[in-house]
């Protein structure tokens, strides 16, 4: 507690120093100089989100010691100035996004996020988030543990909404944690999680910009087929870069590769309450021996600049390291 206490202090100070030093700057622009990432997927969560003390991480049995919203942030920023993450899609309750984003404008994009304990917002207050800035993706839509089938016509006035405004969407698709349906979530189903449950819903908003978060694990070849029929639909890594066994999680990307969409794979962690998911997310990746390393720069930064829109000044400010 006191050497968490006293790393506390030393990155406060740091912030007051970045602060007075460069007006306008903001955590986003403190970053390293290493080669950018986009991180795609994860949450700004309270501190308690799963309980506190918090449970250990199921991979590396590490349980958070943070006792506070603020300190569980800045635990989150910490590890992704480390892994030099230049921007970040970060959802989850609404208070905790706005926190976050409040504390790096730059850095953080705001997901509007629907899971179990997580209505959809109306479709007023998402047109005013995302009129505000503080939404700009749609998503992650948990629809699975709400048991909605993508395809359910109550969601149509969100893709509606998305598809005029051009705002890029990102749907929860394939796992769960093992027994969701007996514990958390009831309504959970297995097959709710296939991505092709989403192809109607391209067919009718075919302008839509979306992406599969966690590339739809494992339902592999109707991953395929969407991939393949729907050159606009993009996949996120995430959270199975760190918590599948690793050598299952490489022969998914393999496949994925192998049939021609190493330029949609996207980077994302799915950080929830455990930092140290960010680094064993890229850890995933860097290990995959067959990836190329033009490969690997396109999964950590290319793919998701192109699927964001970037401009070429943003991208050369992602590269420039410490602005
Ligand atoms: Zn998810």
Redo the contacts with the bound molecule.
Sequence with gaps: MKRHKAALWLLLASTLVAISCSPGTNEGQRRSAKAPIIDM?LHAFGFDEYGYPAPPNEVTGNAPTFDSDEAAMRGAFDALRRAGIVRAVASGPREHVDRWREAAPAWILGGAYT?SRDPLPSIEELRQRVDAGSVSVLG?L?LQYLGLSADSPELEPYWDLAEALDLPVAV?????DTGTPYDCCPKFRARLGNPLLLEDVLIRHPRLRLYI??AGYPFLQDVKALLTIYPQVYADL??INWALPREEFHSYVRALVDAGFADRLMFGS?QMVWPEAIALGIEGIESASFLSGEQKRDIFYNNAARFLKLTAEEIELDHAGAR
């Design positions: 997927h899971g992650e948990g929860h698709t394939g796992l769960g978060m966690h995430a959270v799915d």
